[in-house]
């Protein structure tokens, strides 16, 4: 859900997939390279991440990941930090990720629906 304030956007779903839409729909309009500079996470979304997956054993949708990443990091995107969270860590050797159709899986290329496992002993 989303609603109109008073010269912006404001996000109320608690769904990652609403968040999905708010980001695709923000996307769209052109940002301002201060903008870009003032909310970069970086390693701070990979701890997230890993935090997430410990907790998660059998691993969990990308999406579902991410919704739980938000809770710590309102201001994680999904393709600038959380994306790349979990690229860097599949890179590392800490994390892997399954597709969820058994598709061949294009190198970077991430589903939200893919299944992302923390590798064992991490």
Do not use: C
């Not at 393709?79 to 979990?86: G, L, S, W």
């Amino acid at each position: 859900m989303t609603s109109i304030a008073r010269n912006g956007i404001i996000h109320v779903s608690q769904d990652p997939k609403g968040r999905l839409a708010m980001e695709e729909a923000v996307s769209k309009v052109k940002r301002l390279s201060t903008q870009e500079a003032l909310f970069t996470l970086g390693p701070e979304i990979e701890q997230h991440v890993l935090e997430v997956l410990r907790a998660s054993p059998q691993g969990m949708r990308a999406r579902d990941l991410a919704g739980k990443v938000w809770f710590h990091s309102w201001y994680a995107s999904w393709r600038r930090d959380i994306k790349e969270a979990i690229r860097i860590l599949e890179a590392n050797g800490e994390a892997d990720v399954r597709t969820h159709d058994g598709r061949p899986r294009p190198r970077g290329g991430l589903d939200e629906r893919d299944l992302v496992v923390l590798k064992h002993g991490r």
